[in-house]
């Protein structure tokens, strides 16, 4: 049952040795057919997210519809506290939790819809860990090897990406390639994708802080950090394919204030992180910022008011090696782990690309907050709609489930709350109609619209703080 190979157990035991057991972590698929096998990942961690060394207990699963689980899984001291249960299904449709029992309590796990006719699947992945390669924080970080393996086994995450530093001589051309060959390595689809990328620094006004992100190899990084900024950054590597993330736009001295030049547009920079360890940067007075804000309009609403065109995705930025996780991060590096929701037709490192680059993706904080039958204006999220008859009601809709109760899922069009509905416990289904007359809502052309536009999103919010934010959905006038 417990699948960990040995040289992985290995890993985890020398780099992250585990205190007792604060929690179990529970994951199953967010997707499946009634009757699919699928494995259920558990780790027993201690109160930073280190798999415990000092578990002699056995979990035992919750009485539930759930087929092929065994009576208990026992861990052993001296190993890390983490079991893959191959083989698991449920026979009928609908959204469920699996639970555990460990050390007298009930841990869930995030919720699984059952749907016979769902296509597309929803992978969760980190796209933003830094390694020792980094060489920011390095007593904290961890190594390379580390991060893919924590990240599927300890997390279990479905994707990673190692976004290392590559600015101010952190990275050489040795050090790149221990990247690449990782990224090969550890790319084991359908099981894993691990994708190539890396952490391009830029200065206040240039853009700030990038990640590029690679569909595929490449040969050698491109570094603008003394002299350039997004856009040589993305002539530098005009002939790959590969996209470019900024990320806490809200930082002050690195802040990622956009203009019409260092804004790419749809095919170059996609997406925004919208969250991190760092906080949140979706609008100013948001709960969860980060510690020092830059004054300038720097959120992401303040973005997509200007016309840029991006769908968000969340990410760590843990200088601690903990893929969607905790572990020993600076003092200012304390917020929520945030993941990406990524949907897909399956699992491959090039599937994980394609639909980040199509925004067909999420960002959430803290749980993995499944967001299903989506569609606003009849479209999915990401997409760019003409709307003839501004004062033709859009439908919206959507059923969310999480780990945690949830409070209320919120409408966002064009920077405003425009609608609220409460959660029934751990779930919640959307459904409303907007019939205001969006010719007097919309935002004149700028950045990347040549129409008035309006955009659209979901935000979601748990009992526990967890957050997810749906990439929008833009109606041109
Ligand atoms: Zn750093
Ligand atoms: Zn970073």
New binding site residues.
């Given amino acids: 049952m417990n699948v960990l190979n040995g040289l992985a157990e290995r890993i985890l035991a020398v780099e992250a040795p585990g205190g007792p057991v604060a929690r179990l972590s529970v994951v199953v698929p967010s997707v499946v057919t009634p009757g699919e096998a699928f494995a259920v990942k558990l780790a027993a961690v201690d109160e930073k997210g280190y798999p415990s060394l000092e578990c002699g207990e056995a979990a035992r699963p919750v009485e539930g519809p759930w087929v092929g689980l065994p009576d208990a899984v026992a861990f052993e001291e001296g190993r890390p506290a983490i079991a893959i249960i191959e083989g698991v299904s449920l026979p009928d449709e609908g959204t469920y939790r699996l639970g555990f029992e460990l050390g007298g309590q009930t841990w869930l796990s995030n919720p699984v819809l059952v749907d016979a006719k769902e296509r597309e699947r929803v992978f969760w992945g980190d796209p933003h860990v ?1 390694t020792c390669l ?1 060489r ?2 390095p007593t904290q970080c961890r190594s390379l090897d580390f991060c893919f393996v924590a990240a599927r086994y300890m997390s279990g995450l479905d994707w990673v990406c190692a976004a290392d ?1 590559v600015s101010n001589d952190r990275c050489d051309k040795g050090k790149w390639e221990a990247q690449r060959r990782a990224v090969k390595v550890f790319d084991e689809p359908p099981e894993f994708a691990a994708i190539l990328g890396y952490e391009a620094s830029l200065k206040g006004g240039c853009g700030g802080d990038n990640n590029v992100y690679l569909r595929g190899d490449l040969e050698d990084f491109v570094d603008e950090y003394e002299e350039g900024d997004t856009r040589t950054l993305s002539e530098g590597l005009a002939e790959e394919e590969c996209f470019i993330v900024p990320h806490h736009t809200t930082r002050p001295g690195k802040h990622g204030e956009l203009s019409d030049r260092t804004y790419l547009g749809p095919e170059r920079m996609p997406v925004v992180e919208i969250h991190s360890k760092w906080g949140t940067s979706e609008y100013r007075g948001n709960p969860n910022a980060l510690h020092d804000i830059h004054e300038g309009p720097s959120y992401v609403q303040d973005h997509l008011a200007q016309g840029y065109a991006m769908g968000f995705v969340a990410g760590t930025d843990t ?1 601690a090696t903990m893929p969607s996780s905790y572990g020993d991060d600076s003092a200012h590096i304390d917020r929520l782990p945030g993941l990406t929701a990524v949907r897909a037709a399956g699992l491959a490192r090039e599937q994980i690309y394609d639909n980040i680059k199509a925004r067909n993706c999420y960002g959430a904080s803290g749980e993995r907050i499944l967001l299903t039958g989506l569609r606003i204006a009849g479209a999915r999220m990401g997409s760019e709609v003409p709307w003839v008859f501004p004062d033709m009601g859009r439908d919206i809709c959507a059923r969310v489930a999480a780990e945690s109760e949830i409070v209320q899922v919120d409408v966002v069009r064009n920077g405003e709350d425009v609608f609220s509905t409460p959660g029934d416990g751990w779930q919640a289904w959307l459904s409303w109609t907007d019939d205001q007359d969006l010719t007097q809502v919309a935002f004149e052309p700028r950045g990347h619209f040549e129409r008035p536009f309006v955009y659209y999103y979901l935000r979601v919010t748990c009992a526990s703080g967890a957050q997810a934010w749906t990439s929008p959905v833009w109606l041109t006038l």
Wanted: proline share 0%; charged share 0%; hydrophobic share 0%.
């Fill in positions: 830094h980094s920011c924080h530093h200088h």
